[in-house]
C-alpha cells in the first residue's frame, strides 16, 4: 500500500532475507525513495574492510558432493578468540562444520536437519593446534586434537543431500549448520585446510598431525588448501581454488597461512536491524498474522490473514531437538492455514505502526481481497463470499 510519500508493507525481516529454511515477518513503513547506495566500508592500510566478514569461499563442483559419504575435515588453526567457523559446508538441513566453541574445538554434522556434534574438552586458543572432524561410514563422529582422539559421538545419518551452500573457510555465511549465529568469523590464523570425502584412520590423522603439510596418498582429498602465495589454490589436483575475502597472508605452520580478521561477534536480531537491506524503515511492527490482504484507508492501514502462532527459529531449534510438543503447534498452525479459526482484521496506525483496533474474522480473506470505500470495509473471502464492515 501506499500514499503521497510512504510505501506499506508486509514481508520477511531483513535479517532472514539470505536465509534459506526460518523466516519471520514484519509489517513496515518506508519512503518512497529509493536509498542512495552505501559508501564503501572502510579499509585499513592492507584494504581490508573494518568489520566485514573474513573469510574464504569456493564454488559447489559435482565432484565436492558430500551426500551419502564419508567425511574428513582438518586444518591447522592457531585462534585468537574463543568463537569462530574454522571450515563449514552447508546449513540447517545439511552439512558440516569444524568450528571453535568457546575457546574448545568442535564438529558439527547436520543430516536430514538432525544435528549432532562432538566437543573437545581442553581450550586451544593462542597456540598452534591440528584439528579433524571425522564422520565415518557408519555414522559415527569423532574428534581429533593433535592427532589425538578428544571425543567421539553418534551422528543420525550421513548427508542426505548436496548442500546448497558452497564450501567456506573462517566462515558460515548464509544459515548455520550449527547453533551458532551466522557467520560467526573466525578470529586467527588457519593453514592447510584439507576435506577428505572418506573417513582417515586415527593413525593417518596422528602422522598429518606430526608432519604438518603431509596428505594421506590413495584417499578422496578433495580439497587441500595452500596459503603460500596470498591466494586459496587447491593443490590437490581437482583445482577447486578458493577465492580469499578479507584475509591476510603471513607466516604459518607450513609456509605462509592466513589470518582472519572479522568480528566473531553474530549479527543483531531485533526489529530494526536492516540484515541484508540498505531500505531503511520509518518503523517496523511485528504483527500477530501472515497478511494476505491490506488497504488503506486514511491513517489507518488494515491488514487481515491468518494468525501466525510459530516462532519460526525456536520452531526449528525444536524440530531438530525431536521435541514432540512442537508437532502439535504445527498441527495447529496448519489448521490456521486452512482456514478453520478464520481470520484476525488488525487496524495499524500508519504514522507510527501501533496497533488501533482488532477484530476476528468468520472466514480467510482471499489473496488481495479487501477494499475501503465510503466507511466501509469489504473482505472478499476464500469462500467466495463478501463481507461489508462499516460502524457501528
Known sequence: MFDQDKVYGFGRKAQYLKWTTTLEHQLYASTKEAP???????????????????MVRFDKPASMNPKGKAVTVEAW??????????????GPLDGFALIVEKGRPAFNVRASSALSQVIGDEKIV????????????????QLFVNGRLVATGHATGLLATDPKQGLEIGADEGSAVGEYTSPNGFNGLIDEPRVYLEALTP???????????????????????????????????????????????????????LKFTASAQPRRRNNNNQ?????????NQDVPLLARAMVLAGDTLWVAGPEDVIDEEASFKKLTEKDQEIQKMLKKQDGILDGKD???????????????AEYKLDALPAWDGMAAANDRLYVVTAEGGIVCLAKK
Open 36 to 54: 542512495k547506495k552505501p559508501a564503501p566500508a572502510p579499509t585499513n592500510r592492507r584494504g581490508q574492510k573494518a568489520g566485514g566478514v573474513s
Open 77 to 90: 588453526v592457531k585462534a585468537e578468540k574463543p568463537n569462530g567457523v574454522v571450515i563449514a559446508r552447508g
Open 126 to 141: 593462542g597456540e598452534w593446534a591440528h584439528l579433524a572432524g571425522v564422520l565415518t561410514a557408519d555414522k559415527n563422529l
Open 203 to 257: 593413525d593417518e590423522i596422528a602422522a598429518n598431525a606430526a608432519q604438518p603439510g603431509r596428505t594421506v596418498a590413495g584417499r578422496a582429498l578433495i580439497l587441500s588448501t595452500s596459503f603460500d602465495k596470498g591466494g586459496a589454490r587447491d593443490v590437490s589436483g581437482k583445482k577447486h581454488n578458493g577465492k580469499p575475502e578479507g584475509t591476510l597472508s603471513v607466516k604459518g605452520k607450513v609456509g605462509n597461512a
Open 275 to 283: 540484515g541484508g537491506s540498505i531500505v531503511k524503515h520509518l518503523w
Open 342 to 356: 478464520g481470520a484476525k482484521l488488525i487496524a495499524y496506525s500508519a504514522k507510527d505502526g501501533k496497533p488501533v
